[in-house]
């Protein structure tokens, strides 16, 4: 052996391991296997979000979970089995689960349990850019994990006196971590207060000019539409949750000036902790004119997701706001064929194929919504024209009713030109 490789053996790796993780989801009555899988597909993906592996995938078939692991006996033991074969390093549930869950959990198993929200919490203070953002997500986490600090999250052992104190055992090591996390979160509460009322004081200095919000499902592809309007370089990646803090940017149309904003994307179970801390976030979505609805058709269970972005306006009161509704990532379906085409290709191709019909789509839409949707591609600017035309035409129908005699001068100048060149 050579020197050189005498000295590479002694090299120790720095890089940090990769945490490895199981994912585990109850199906429930009238619950298909493709929704289930489906909905796992949706908790790889977080896991993935957050940088862990997602290495296996346990479901069990119950009506209701069981009141003390949540999974039945048998399903925990095949858990516990393959977690200490394989060396995993956590179990995320696709459910909330009740702190006395969380514990009796990681106290069978021995490593980490998140569960669906401080799964997504987790993942919201990795994104969190903005000083509002961090403090929103931060006091969220604390305010979750208060009931649930258990094993896993503290040491546990008693503390014991110092030298002028008698040896006896102290107090609990998590009470001591409860009354941090308690002062923690006041402080938190306080921080956030100082931070709403400076957001307070820049929407205020916005009245009087039409507001735009963009909201979505997670991943449609709102922050490259608003790069792409705008002409701006905002974070736009293939990630669940790429955007945490609103992004709000002035944009003219037509000689319409009006104010943008991207705002989080929402999910399937979304913490409610979330969403009541980060109440003046979605004060954008609030407070706007018009709202952008992005829709991915790509993706199969886009209507899913369009009725989990219109339940949650409603459930931070804003679901009657004015909508235009837009289907992206077209370029990413198979359109409707032709029927010489349809002729020609073989049964099993039919059958297996998943083509979309625009114009019938638009048409049960309108029908059913009033909304006449605009279909596009953001990523490849593929009838952005139409979108934007769209847009600017809706703009102007609340810019009118704010300031009806805009541009007035210019129509009267324009005309008197026209004359004299008659």
Do not use: C
């Not at 009087?208 to 370089?233: E, F, H, P, W």
């Not at 837009?326 to 349809?342: H, W």
């Not at 309108?366 to 035309?389: D, L, Q, S, W, Y």
């Amino acid at each position: 052996m050579s020197k050189y490789s005498r000295k590479l053996q002694k090299l120790i790796d720095t890089a940090p391991k990769q945490e490895k993780a199981v994912l585990v989801s109850l199906i429930r009555q009238n619950q298909s296997d493709q929704e289930v899988e489906e909905h796992l597909e949706e908790l790889a993906f977080l896991t993935e979000t957050l940088g862990v592996k997602a290495v296996y995938r346990f479901t069990q078939r119950m009506e209701k979970p069981d009141i003390r692991t949540f999974i039945g006996k048998g399903k925990l033991e095949e858990v516990a089995a393959y977690i200490t074969h394989f060396g995993v390093d956590m179990v995320i549930f696709d459910d909330d689960l009740s702190p006395s869950q969380m514990k009796n959990l990681e106290n069978e198993l021995k490593v980490k349990v998140y569960d669906r929200s401080l799964l997504i919490l987790d993942i919201f203070l990795k994104r969190a850019q903005t000083a509002q953002a961090k403090t929103q997500v931060e006091l969220a986490r604390y305010q979750y994990l208060l009931p649930r600090l258990t094993r896993m999250w503290t040491h546990l052992e008693r503390q014991r006196g110092g030298t002028s104190t008698r040896g006896g055992a102290g107090e609990k090591e998590i009470e001591t971590d409860k009354r941090d996390i308690r002062n923690k979160i006041s402080l938190l509460k306080g921080k956030l207060k100082q931070i709403e009322k400076q957001g307070v004081t820049q929407r205020k200095g916005r009245k009087g000019i039409v507001r735009v919000a963009l909201v979505g499902y997670t991943n449609v592809g709102k922050s490259t539409l608003m790069n792409l309007i705008t002409k701006t370089d905002i974070l736009a990646e293939n990630k669940l949750f790429a955007t945490v803090d609103a992004t709000v940017r002035k944009v003219v149309l037509d000689q319409i000036p009006f104010l943008l904003s991207d705002t989080v994307g929402f999910i399937r179970k979304l913490p409610t902790h979330l969403i009541e801390s980060f109440k003046s976030t979605l004060d954008e979505i609030r407070e706007a004119d018009l709202l952008v609805h992005v829709v991915d058709i790509s993706h199969p269970n886009f209507e899913d997701h369009i009725a989990v972005v219109n339940q949650t306006l409603r459930e931070i009161n804003a679901g009657d706001k004015p909508i235009l509704l837009v289907f992206n990532k077209i370029d990413l379906v198979q359109t409707m064929p032709s029927e010489e085409e349809i002729m020609e290709m073989s049964e099993m191709d039919r059958e297996e194929a998943d083509f979309k019909d625009f114009n019938a789509l638009s048409e049960a839409y309108k029908k059913k919504t009033g909304i006449e949707p605009v279909f596009m591609a953001a990523g490849t600017g593929e009838h952005v024209e139409e979108f934007r035309k769209r847009l600017t035409e809706e703009v102007k129908k609340i810019h009118q009713k704010i300031y009806p005699h805009y541009l007035e001068d210019q129509t009267v100048v324009w005309e008197e030109n026209q004359n004299s060149e008659s």
